[in-house]
């Protein structure tokens, strides 16, 4: 990920970022919530369908619908972002990269999800949320990466229902989240009529710990056997993308290096 210097950036308190795979440009904080690396892997790793609705829940600056929606010119993509200024962030992405047709970005909560989106009207939801509980970890005083990194307007139980309620029968989740919270995803996913289907976890180099799982679900699916795919290590040495890291986001140097800072 390279500075566009040839452009300016929106206002003083921006950036903008170029993302040589996918042709975009996206406009972040310079100094609040900026994506990290495990969003680009999450819209790597998700299999949406080639065509129908896609909902993205906390959407952020709208990296990911961003990236869908080029990956998969027939699906249509609706945001939905807390953070009024993260919103009008997004809503900035989908102008400045002419996807006005295809992506919306609303502003509300998960947790009231009745009040922004149709029922079973979803035929994937992807979603890279808030990783720890409240009371858990370190706040930051920087209130969008607090919020962005802290369940402080809904848990990952409010979250699942409202993957339930947006998905149409058999659509899917694609989730990234915390390695250590595994047991809760898989409880909650299955509790919600989210039955898991393909996990991988995500170690920052060979012989760490897990940091991240992702998870794919299907609603209504059958209870059975998941599909454990091989680990995904990001760094084969300081600073050098494994290779299937660097073909997932064409080499890009992303800010924050291993995966979401909690601190």
């Known amino acids: 990920m390279e500075k566009d210097l040839s452009v300016n950036s929106p206002n003083h308190n921006e950036t903008l970022d170029v993302l040589k795979k996918w042709d975009l440009r996206v406009i972040q904080g310079a100094k609040g919530y900026r994506f990290s690396i495990d969003s680009l892997i999450l819209a790597s790793l998700a299999h949406p369908p080639h065509r129908g609705r896609i909902l993205d829940l906390g959407a952020g600056c709208g990296i990911l619908g961003l990236i869908l929606a080029r990956r998969h010119p027939s699906i249509m993509v609706t945001g939905v972002e807390i953070q009024p200024q993260l919103a009008e962030r997004a809503r900035k992405n989908v102008t400045l990269n002419k996807l006005e047709d295809r992506i919306e970005i609303l502003v509300g909560s998960y947790s009231h999800i ?118 995904l290590f990001i760094y084969s040495s300081p600073g050098i993308y494994t290779s299937e890291v660097a073909e997932m986001l064409g080499e890009e140097k992303v800010e924050g290096g291993r995966m979401r800072d909690e601190g």
């Open 114 to 231: 009745e009040e922004l989106v149709p029922e079973a009207s979803y035929h994937y939801v992807i979603t890279n949320p808030p990783y720890r509980k409240v009371g858990t970890g370190r706040l930051n005083p920087q209130e969008e990466k607090a919020i962005a990194r802290h369940e402080m307007h809904g848990g990952l139980d409010a979250l699942l229902r409202a993957v339930h309620y947006a998905l149409v029968p058999k659509g899917k989740l694609g989730i990234i989240f915390a390695a250590t919270r595994t047991v809760d995803l898989l409880h909650l996913c299955r509790l919600h009529g989210v039955e898991p289907k393909r996990v991988r976890l995500i170690h920052p180099y060979l012989g760490e710990e897990a940091q991240g799982i992702f998870l794919e679900g299907v609603k209504g699916g059958k209870e059975g056997e998941v599909r454990v795919e091989p680990p």
